[in-house]
Structures are given as C-alpha cells and as structure tokens.
C-alpha cells in the first residue's frame, strides 16, 4: 500500500519509518484522481514518476489529509477493500499522532535552547530552513534572533524589505515562491530555497517587539497549512516568553548583587563595580558606561583597568552621541564569529543604551561581545531581543541607583550643614547663658548688702528669679540641640 500524507499544496510519502522526505510531491498530480477510482500500474507509475509499481492494479482511496494507492490483484478486483482503507485511516491518524509525541518530547527537554527548538518544528512541518527576527515597534528596526543561514545575522533592514509587508500584514500568513528581488531571498535561493512560509507573533502587550518568524522549502508552492501554523505562533510565543522570562531573572539577580551601600561607596567606584558584575551576570566580554560633554565622550567607568580600545573610534563614539543625543538603543555588528572562535580582541557585537536620571539623560551604558559558556570556553553569539532587554533593564536600574546616589549626598550635604549651624549656633548661645544664669546670683549677693527698700527689694528678687528660669529653660534647649 502506498500512502501519501498530505502538506499544504503537496503530498510526502510515508513509510515504515515515518515520512520520506525524499519523496513530496505536488498536489497538482493527484489532483484529477478520484476516490475509488482504479489505476492501471503504468498510470501510477507515469503519476508517480517512477519506473514501475509492484502491482497490476490500485484502487485510490483519497481523504482529505491524505491519498493511499491500494494494491488490488485479480482474486480481489471486485471485491470489498473496506479493511484497506481502515488500515491507510488508521496508518495516517498513527503518523499524525506519533509525530506529535515525537516533536513534543524533544521540545519539553530542560535543556532545548530556542535555536534546537526552531528546528525541531522546521522538522515537524517538513521544512529546509528557518529564520525569526524581532521587530522593535518603538525605533521601528528589524534584527535576526536565529536562523538555518548564518549571514542574516549581517543583513540590515535595507536588505530585507520583505520582512516590512510581513508586519504590515501582521495578521496573515505570507506564503510565496522566491524570487531575486531582494538580498535575502537571492542568497536563500544559492541554498536551494524556492518558496516561504512567514507568520508575525505579536509580544507587544507586554514587551515593544513583534517576532516574524518563517519557515523555508526546497520546493515551489509549498504551503503550511493554517491549524499547524496556529500551533507554531503559540508554542513559539510560549517558548520566547521563556527565553525573556530567564534574561528577567538575570535581571533580578543584577539588581541584587548591585545594591549599594550609601555609607561606604563612592559613586565613581560603584560605576566600575556594576560594570565588572554586568559582564559576570550578562555574560558579556566588556562593559563601560560614558558621559557626554558637548560633543565629547568621556569615559565614567569599565569593567576593566583602562578604557576600551573602541572609545577611540570615530564612528562608534559619534554612535554613542546619538544614543545620548536621542534617546535610542543602537546594536552593532561587526561581523558574526563562528562557535569556535574565541578571540577577544575582535569586535563581535556592540549595544548601546542610554542611562536616564529622573528623565534626564546621564550616560550610555556600553556592553561588547556576548557570549555563552559552551565547555568552559566562550562563545560569541548575536544578541537576541530579551538579551537586549536585560541590557535595558541593567540601563534603567542603574539610572535610579544614580538617583540614590544623588540623593544620599544631597542628604549628607544638608545634614552637615545643619550640624555646622547647629555647631555655631550652640558657641552662640552657650556664653549669653553662663552670663544669663549666673548675673541674677551677682545681683542677688549686691542687694542684699545695699539698704534697699524690703518692698523693691522683694520685686527686684523675683524678677531675678525670672530670669533665671528663662536662663534654665535656654541651657534645656541647648541640651535638646545637643
């Protein structure tokens, strides 16, 4: 029995094994067949292109996910192949069930990275390629998360115009064949690529980026259909909120390992501080935060002894400025390294972040090569969006912890004032009352030895003793000062 399982605008051949994807074929080939109609061996064969069947005679059964071809010989030409067709039912619903198990075992591991998960799914859906890119909706600029071809990484916005109708068209699926109209799809078909399947996943309810994800084949007109690609959108927005979720934690873990304290840390000694944990926590190679003066940059901090070797490039410090000057994030790629290479002293990414202080812009926060620990050595990747994210996350946190910073010397400075007034005030006050409480005692001794009238005398005395109170309750006042 031959059994073909349907895939869009073609069929893919099934086999003891599972699918053969040596063998899809066009629909446009079974399409003038009809359900129980009976097929001549040469007939299939020419259907089929192929040299020869092994029977004389096919019955077609055809579904509508699937078409079997069900050998018939001369005993059973008339007769009833009702179990046949229940075998071929049941053979499709087994594939589309252990496809499924298949692809959700391997996906659930602990260990599967959204690169490996992309491909298990371009496997899934019969596929030869993949590419997702995240869309910033806030400075309206593309970048590739992951892809089957490498030199997308490199590609800009320019490049990739195509990418452009997919979000303008967010709530379709854009299935095409490929043409050279553009770099990207003239380099997808120097791999062998002839048509795409692309989709949008919106994750700017809760974040500014959009995902356009497509999945590529080697042959013309093939089409996922829409309740697979409805599957992909949630198990890939699943898996991307837990790539975020993880750079949150990171983020989380950060901010703990940075708090301050005020009463034992300088400001310019905490910046290189956050700069070294950045680089441990992130894993990037180098950090460093800049002030701009004018049209100056200026080095406020690094993760390492001295400056970074880039500060002195033109280019990069006049990017720097329009991160200041703007108010934009700017990612950098100079080229991509390959996973085994591990040299430091190229320049393999570079992201840029302004630094905000109540709203005011501060600094720009500067991270370089991103890597990831495979064997204990490191690996330089591109940043993907929720790396990015952390990086801003790391941008806004050390913002407030500026503030504080501020705040806790503006608080220390008035607090030293106040007890420099309160040092002068108390030199001020304290003579005026030794004289205060001690002259009514001088007058007292006086009067007593003068002949004063016992009447005035009395008068005078009391309001001697006034004084003296008022005296007391001025020494009650100092003490609280004190």
């Known amino acids: ?241 837990e790539f975020i979720q993880g750079e949150w934690e990171k983020s989380e873990e950060l901010s703990l390992k940075t708090a301050p304290d005020f009463t034992k840390e300088k400001l310019n000694n905490y910046l290189c501080d956050y700069c070294r944990k950045v680089t441990r926590v992130l894993n990037y190679q180098e950090c460093a935060i800049f002030n701009v003066e004018g049209e100056d940059v200026k080095t406020l901090a690094t993760s390492s002894d001295i400056s970074l070797d880039y500060t002195a490039d033109k280019e990069l410090a006049d990017d720097i400025l329009s991160t200041y000057n703007r108010d934009i994030r700017l990612g950098i790629t100079s080229r991509i390294a390959p996973d085994s290479e591990v040299d430091n002293e190229i320049t393999h990414n570079l992201n840029m972040v302004p630094i905000k202080v109540r709203g005011e812009a501060y600094g720009v926060l500067v991270v370089r090569n991103k890597f990831r620990s495979v064997d204990g050595e490191k690996a330089y990747i591109s940043p993907k969006a929720p790396h990015l994210y952390s990086i801003d996350q790391a941008a806004q946190v050390l913002g407030h912890t500026i503030d504080m910073f501020n705040i806790y010397e503006d608080i220390s400075r008035k607090l030293e004032e106040q007890n420099n007034f309160n040092r002068v005030l108390m030199h001020e006050i304290r003579t005026p009352i030794s004289k205060f409480t001690m002259a009514p005692e001088i007058i007292k001794k006086r009067i007593t030895q003068e002949s004063i009238e016992e009447t005035t005398k009395e008068k005078i005395l009391l309001q001697l003793d006034d004084i003296q109170v008022l005296g007391g309750r001025l020494k009650f006042l100092l003490t609280l000062i004190n």
């Open 1 to 241: 029995m031959l059994i073909f399982y349907r895939i869009g605008n073609h069929y893919i051949q099934l086999n003891s094994e599972g699918a053969n994807k040596n063998n899809i074929i066009s629909k446009h080939r079974f399409e003038k067949l009809k359900n129980r109609e009976i097929l001549f061996d040469k007939t299939l064969a020419t259907i089929l292109n192929e040299k020869n069947v092994d029977c004389l005679f096919y019955s077609v059964l055809k579904r509508e996910h699937f078409i079997s071809f069900i050998p018939l010989n001369i005993m059973r030409l008339f007769s009833s192949r009702h179990k046949d067709e229940i075998s071929a039912e049941y053979q499709i619903q087994k594939f589309r069930a252990d496809q499924k198990q298949i692809l959700l075992k391997k996906i659930t591991l602990q260990s599967c990275q959204l690169e490996k998960y992309l491909d298990y799914l371009n496997s899934y859906v019969f596929c030869d390629g993949f590419s997702l890119w995240s869309y910033n909706d806030r400075t309206k600029t593309f970048g590739c998360e992951i892809s089957t071809f490498k030199k997308f990484e490199s590609l800009v916005a320019s490049d990739v115009p195509t990418l452009e109708e997919a979000i303008t068209n967010s709530d379709k699926l854009i299935f095409k064949n490929l043409d050279t109209s553009n770099e990207m799809y003239e380099h997808l078909i120097e791999q062998g690529m002839r048509s795409v399947n692309r989709f949008v996943i919106n994750i700017n309810d809760r974040y500014e980026y959009n995902l356009v994800v497509s999945f590529y084949s080697q042959f013309q007109d093939f089409q996922i259909n829409s309740e697979v690609i409805q599957m992909l959108k949630n198990l890939i927005k699943n898996k991307y909120f």
